[in-house]
């Protein structure tokens, strides 16, 4: 007993060098071509200077070790086993009487625990350092203005509106429609903003009718509005305002990808674009991704073995390993027309997260009975 838990150490020892090595080469080798791509885009840009397209790159870099993570654990666990049982390791522990099962629960933990630290650990990181990144790319990089502009500076918002006591306090909506949305840094402006006013059962209360908003902290500011009720001469110009509980960075990450967002702050995001009228979809997609990581990173180690613990003498190593590096590029392809597939609402966001990685450890878990028991 003592024997096996030595042997599993030893093996997820070697798991973890080889994952780690091949996770920072091809994390090094993607940034490289990501650092080459935003040189060619700056070369129009005399403002982007060698040292900001510098600053880009490394703030893109845990993004992109997070995106590398699952084929470096199926690479690197491809070479340890590889080499575990060229140097007859493995045959030497099999013949031993210790089972696959047995010398291969560590380093499946060890990659598990590879993508908790993921998600857990490196998505917050990763989320603030890949928004910064994105804010420096459109201010420097990119021709428009940033995701409002990308709208035609239009804008449609839905919140939580507290109604007034003539209708006894009841939570309503509000659905606010503006037209030259302007972001300049932590202030959003529009001009011409209607303001639909619905109470909870989606009956129109009131019209709010304004020259100009201002989102400020905790309330929209409207200038020069007038209110438009049902059967009510309409009311003059003056100055209102409309409690909210959008900021301008909540309005800006709406539109922003999700991967600027993590995981501890998903959850209470997703419900406030479900409140504001936003879609929610990307967001939750992301969410499942992000769960789904840990055993993601375990089904790669188990395709790693399985692809590559074939003893040498039997011949056919090379195709047995090529394999494995198709078999893990087929499960990338599938999660990628999966989350497309989900985020056209053809199939349930749980399902395009979660569906590929438990096919793949099927898979896995399939060709590993057939090796090793069949």
Known sequence: MNFAVTLSFYIARQFALAATAMLFALSGLVAMFDFIELLRRSTSRPDATFALVGQIAGLRLPYIAMEILPFAIL?????????????????????????????????????????VAATAAISPISSIMLARAEALDNTYLRTNGGPLALN????????????????????????????????????????????FRLDSGDRLLSRIEAARATLGTGEWLLESARTVRPDQ???????????????????????????????????????????????????????????????????????????????????????????????????????KIAAELGQSGAIPVELAAWAPTLSGLMLAVALLLHTEDG
Request: charged share 15%.
């Open 75 to 115: 690479l690197g666990g491809i070479l340890c086993f590889w080499r575990l049982t060229r140097s007859s390791e493995l045959i030497v522990a099999r013949a031993a009487g210790i089972s696959a099962w047995e010398f291969l629960a560590a380093p499946t933990l060890c990659a598990a625990l590879f993508g």
């Open 233 to 335: 001469a309409p009311e003059q110009l003056r100055n209102l305002t409309l409690p909210t509980d959008l900021t301008v960075g909540r309005v800006q990450e709406s539109f922003a990808s999700p991967d600027t967002l993590s995981v501890w702050a998903l959850p209470d995001f997703i419900g406030l674009l479900e409140r504001s009228g936003f879609s929610s979809i990307r967001h939750r997609l992301h969410f499942q991704a992000l769960l789904a990581a840990p055993l993601l990173a375990a089904t790669m180690s188990l395709v790693s073995a399985g692809f590559s613990m074939r003893p040498a003498r039997r011949g056919g190593v090379a195709r047995m390993i090529g394999g494995g590096v198709a078999t893990g590029f087929a499960l990338f392809l599938v999660s």
């Open 152 to 195: 035609g500076g239009e804008l449609w918002l839905r919140q939580s509106d507290r109604m007034p006591a003539s209708t006894r306090g009841t939570q309503g909506v509000a659905i606010i429609h503006a037209h030259g949305v302007e972001l300049r840094g932590k202030t959003l402006t529009a001009q011409q903003v209607s303001v």
